[in-house]
């Protein structure tokens, strides 16, 4: 077992199995049920049973085999250093449409690491393209049951998905999608449209032919090309127009009613920047089947729009707080401005005391296509806001900043931007009920 392989334990959680055993963070999992461990697919498998026996090696040096009588799937909760208790497998594709090459130099290293690795697609929803998927890993996933996985399908064309992955080996490997899919494996797919390359006769194509693996695959997402304007020496893709946009949406929306009759799902769904992009209403909450797609932006307006109503009905009903006068400020992507402040008006309509400033930013970093508060920097943030009234707060969404850390994409912390602006600034989660108390409280 070589270094990579030693499975040690980072935190436990509380109240857990593993706490309740004294295992510890610096401990080692050495086996199950006499079964080393490969990976975390490995982990996940042998750990759900009513009955496991796991050999723990101490700091010291001591082995301890614990019998652990547990309900079927109860976590044992242990987080490990290395979430996917093996090397992270990079990608081996070199898509045209890759963000990470339209990256400008100079940002930190592990925002160019090109992952394409299935165990994060089931530990993390990240979607892959199966291109690295090896056969055993196939077979381990219908052996183990192991679902969903997300896949990045872009075509169902096999020579065309090559040549939009660059890779000979690209169209093959979607027989591995069939395999998993007709192993009866839960998928959720992607489709990244590029204008001209995977649109139009191509894209009603890919969507004929994964409506054949409905209702393993249960869902797939279209979503546009998102071009940075670093994009010298790459491939020349267009942006999408007005015009591309509807014909996009009529096509994703006679799919949604031609397979919602059969399975009772909608299937193929549009990603919110096209319904922006066309100047056509956000569908209703029903057409998102639960929203099985919010990390690729297909349906997050539609809920939060819902979500921050609900929360105000409520709050109107809420008896003998009292709002005091207060000025405040919100900055976001230009895609999700227009419907923060719609929700903001609705908050100063009942509560005229309150004034709100929604600021749209405009991304001079990547390249004004780039719309999404997840991609802003503080630069941004710093030039476009100075001198604008921010009154006592400064509200952003959460995923303006890397996961956790209060840091945004170009390294600018979140001090250094309070100080840039000399405003408080809170940072808010993604539901509508946690925008409307940043507001209100
Ligand atoms: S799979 Fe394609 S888009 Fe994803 S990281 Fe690799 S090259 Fe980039």
């Known amino acids: 077992m070589n270094k990579q392989h030693l499975h040690t334990v980072a935190r436990v959680t509380a109240g857990s199995i593993a706490e309740e055993l004294e295992i510890e963070a610096g401990d080692t999992l050495m086996e199950i049920n006499g079964t080393k461990i490969e990976d975390i697919f490995d982990y996940q498998y042998l750990t759900q049973d009513e009955y496991i026996e796991v050999l723990i090696r101490k700091p010291s040096g001591e082995e301890w085999l614990l019998e652990i009588?547990?309900?079927?799937?109860?976590?044992?909760?242990?987080?490990?250093?290395n979430g996917l208790m093996d090397e992270y497998r990079s990608c081996h594709n070199k898509c045209i449409f890759c963000f990470i090459d339209q990256m400008p130099k100079g940002m930190r290293d592990t925002l160019y690491f090109k992952d394409d690795d299935s165990r994060l697609s089931f530990l993390q929803g990240n979607y892959v393209t199966l291109t690295n998927m090896s056969d055993d890993d196939v077979d381990r996933i219908i052996r183990y049951h192991l679902s969903p996985i997300n896949v990045s399908f872009q075509t169902t064309n096999p020579e065309l998905r090559c040549k939009m992955l660059n890779n000979r080996f690209a169209g093959q490997?979607?027989?591995?999608?069939?395999?998993?899919?007709?192993?009866?494996?839960?998928?959720?797919?992607?489709?990244?449209?590029?204008?001209?390359?995977?649109?139009g006769a191509e894209l009603e194509r890919s969507i004929e032919d994964l409506s054949?693996?409905?209702?393993?695959?249960?869902?797939?997402?279209?979503?546009?090309?998102g071009l940075s304007k670093y994009r010298e020496g790459l491939f020349p893709l267009e942006p999408f127009t007005k015009e591309d946009a509807k014909q996009v949406l009529s096509t994703v929306h006679k799919w949604q009613d031609r397979v919602f009759s059969e399975y009772?799902?909608?299937?193929?769904?549009?990603?919110?920047?096209?319904?922006?992009?066309?100047?056509?209403?956000?569908?209703?909450?029903?057409?998102?089947?639960?929203?099985?797609?919010?990390?690729?932006?297909?349906?997050?307006?539609?809920?939060?729009?819902?979500?921050?109503?609900?929360?105000?009905?409520?709050?109107?009903?809420?008896?003998?707080?009292?709002?005091?006068?207060r000025e405040l400020s919100i900055a976001t992507g230009k895609l999700a401005c227009r419907f923060i402040k719609e929700m903001a008006e609705q908050v100063t309509a009942l509560f005229p005391q309150i004034t709100v400033h929604v600021y749209a930013i405009r991304n001079d970093f990547f390249g004004e296509m780039i719309t999404v508060s997840g991609l802003l920097t503080g630069q941004d943030l710093s030039a476009q806001l100075m001198g604008q009234r921010l009154g006592e707060k400064l509200l952003l969404p959460q995923n303006v900043l890397k996961s956790g850390e209060p840091?945004?994409?170009?390294?600018?912390?979140?001090?250094?931007?309070?100080?840039a602006l000399q405003v408080r600034i809170d940072i808010v989660k993604s539901s509508g009920q946690d925008l409307l108390d940043a507001i209100l409280l």
């Open 264 to 325: 009772g799902l909608h299937f193929i769904h549009a990603s919110d920047e096209w319904y922006i992009l066309a100047g056509e209403k956000l569908p209703e909450e029903e057409r998102y089947d639960g929203y099985l797609q919010l990390e690729n932006g297909v349906g997050m307006l539609r809920l939060l729009m819902n979500e921050f109503q609900e929360a105000l009905d409520a709050f109107g009903h809420t008896e003998g707080v009292i709002i005091p006068p």
């Open 173 to 199: 490997a979607l027989e591995k999608a069939w395999r998993l899919a007709a192993a009866g494996i839960v998928m959720n797919g992607q489709i990244v449209l590029c204008k001209g390359v995977n649109d």
């Open 212 to 225: 054949h693996y409905l209702p393993n695959l249960e869902s797939v997402s279209v979503v546009p090309v």
């Open 69 to 81: 009588d547990k309900e079927y799937d109860e976590d044992l909760g242990i987080t490990f250093e």
């Open 407 to 419: 840091v945004f994409l170009d390294d600018m912390t979140l001090a250094e931007l309070e100080k």
